[in-house]
């Protein structure tokens, strides 16, 4: 089923729009300053959405001063308090991330409900493996795929009752296949954005193959509207990698791509020196390209046939080629600064 469009501010999920790169912030959400440059540097980096939580009075009179500072929309992230969602959404907050069963009663959701029709803004709920309650964990043997979806489903169908479907849903567990079935099963049942996720991936490289395997996973099957992945790590990091995961699975492009030979015994170059070297050099650059930075003339030019451009170098010389062509032989010392005229140059008009 193909998911519906919302809208969080101005940043468009589901319906075919671009997948969105979201994060969280981890300063106090009432130490404003700190808070805002830390969403101007995720910001910086790509970060599309921000969420922070709201934990007490004075982290809610935050969010107008949090606003004015910074361009993105903000989600504010309430567990268990109806006030504070409510005075987060007089106070301008441009979505909520509630689950309607920690609200208290009925009555409580549904004033909360009136409220973000009146603002016009949606409501995030999310579903993890810990937040199941217990008469479903009951009925569906402890936490599995059916015990998640149905969760999910309890909790829209909560907001449903009082008239209110600008709802994304988020279903996350720390189990990869769980979370990809989970998600999978969800997006047949209903046509509610889905934010993806793995909770507690952990940090390190652990984190970010638990977290590329089960958002790229599903991204790749086509669920999955809006995406988080959690480190436990500087938020910034989370930007690099969630935008490494859209670029990869070629669902967006974020300007340039360097990829690299696995280098071989055939390796005539400082591969990692030059590659660097090319990263820096083309960070700022927007142009959609991909750049290889091969080990050996030999092979190089041909093993890569499918990047825009390529180098290679070996025994003084640099070799640069296009679409797998040779087109200059360069000094060694000269094949950045070649490679960068010969892209600028294809890129004039
Ligand atoms: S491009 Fe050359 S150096 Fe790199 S892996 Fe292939 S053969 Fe080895």
Same mark, same amino acid.
């Given at each position: 089923?193909n998911?519906?469009?919302?809208s969080?501010g101005?940043?468009?999920i589901g319906g %075919?729009?671009?997948?969105s790169?979201?994060?969280?912030?981890?300063?106090?959400?009432?130490d404003?300053?700190g808070?805002i440059?830390?969403?101007?540097?995720?910001?910086e980096a790509?970060?599309e959405? !921000?969420?922070?939580?709201i934990?007490?009075?004075?982290?809610?009179?935050a969010?107008t001063k !949090?606003?004015?500072?910074?361009?993105?929309p903000i989600?504010?992230?309430?567990q268990? /308090?109806?006030?504070l969602?409510?005075?987060?959404?007089?106070?301008?907050?441009?979505?909520?991330?509630?689950?309607p069963?920690?609200i208290g009663?009925?009555?409580k959701?549904k004033?909360?409900?009136?409220?973000?029709?009146?603002?016009?803004?949606p409501i995030?709920i999310g579903?993890? /493996?810990?937040? !199941?309650?217990?008469?479903?964990?009951d009925?569906?043997?402890?936490?599995n795929v059916?015990?998640?979806?149905?969760?999910?489903?309890?909790e829209i169908s909560?907001?449903?009752?009082y008239?209110?479907?600008?709802?994304?849903v988020?279903?996350k567990s720390?189990?990869?296949p769980?979370?990809?079935?989970?998600?999978?099963?969800?997006?047949e049942?209903t046509?509610?954005?889905?934010?993806?996720?793995v909770t507690e991936?952990? /940090? %390190?490289?652990r984190?970010i193959v638990?977290?590329?395997?089960g958002?790229?996973?599903l991204?790749n099957?086509?669920?999955?509207?809006t995406?988080?992945?959690s480190?436990?790590?500087?938020?910034?990091?989370?930007i690099?990698i969630?935008k490494?995961?859209?670029?990869?699975?070629?669902?967006?492009?974020f300007g340039?791509?360097?990829v690299?030979?696995?280098?071989?015994?055939?390796?005539?170059?400082?591969?990692?020196?030059?590659a660097?070297?090319?990263?820096?050099?083309?960070e700022?650059m927007?142009y959609?390209?991909? !750049?290889?930075?091969?080990?050996?003339?030999v092979?190089?030019?041909?093993?890569s046939?499918?990047?825009?451009y %390529?180098?290679?170098?070996?025994?003084g010389?640099g070799?640069?080629?296009?679409?797998?062509e040779?087109?200059?032989?360069v000094?060694?010392?000269d094949?950045?600064?070649?490679?960068?005229?010969?892209?600028?140059e294809?890129?004039?008009n």
């Amino acid at each position: 089923m193909n998911s519906k469009t919302i809208s969080v501010g101005d940043v468009l999920i589901g319906g %075919g729009n671009p997948v969105s790169i979201q994060s969280m912030t981890n300063t106090k959400t009432k130490d404003i300053e700190g808070t805002i440059s830390q969403i101007l540097r995720l910001e910086e980096a790509g970060c599309e959405i !921000i969420r922070m939580a709201i934990t007490d009075d004075e982290d809610v009179a935050a969010i107008t001063k !949090i606003k004015d500072g910074v361009n993105i929309p903000i989600i504010a992230d309430i567990q268990f /308090s109806q006030r504070l969602a409510l005075k987060s959404v007089v106070n301008g907050i441009d979505a909520l991330r509630i689950n309607p069963g920690n609200i208290g009663n009925e009555q409580k959701v549904k004033e909360i409900v009136e409220e973000c029709k009146k603002a016009d803004i949606p409501i995030r709920i999310g579903v993890n /493996s810990g937040s !199941i309650s217990q008469d479903i964990l009951d009925e569906y043997n402890g936490v599995n795929v059916d015990s998640l979806v149905q969760s999910a489903l309890r909790e829209i169908s909560v907001l449903e009752k009082y008239g209110f479907y600008n709802t994304k849903v988020s279903i996350k567990s720390s189990s990869v296949p769980l979370n990809i079935e989970a998600n999978k099963k969800f997006r047949e049942l209903t046509d509610y954005p889905l934010h993806l996720g793995v909770t507690e991936a952990g /940090s %390190g490289t652990r984190g970010i193959v638990k977290s590329s395997l089960g958002i790229g996973t599903l991204l790749n099957m086509g669920i999955g509207d809006t995406i988080r992945v959690s480190l436990s790590e500087d938020p910034v990091e989370e930007i690099k990698i969630a935008k490494s995961i859209l670029q990869s699975l070629e669902l967006r492009s974020f300007g340039v791509e360097i990829v690299s030979c696995p280098t071989c015994a055939r390796t005539e170059i400082d591969l990692i020196g030059l590659a660097k070297q090319i990263e820096s050099a083309t960070e700022k650059m927007k142009y959609n390209i991909k !750049i290889a930075v091969m080990g050996c003339v030999v092979n190089g030019p041909g093993e890569s046939k499918e990047a825009d451009y %390529g180098v290679t170098g070996g025994k003084g010389v640099g070799i640069i080629f296009k679409k797998g062509e040779i087109v200059k032989k360069v000094n060694e010392e000269d094949i950045v600064r070649e490679l960068l005229n010969l892209i600028e140059e294809d890129h004039k008009n």
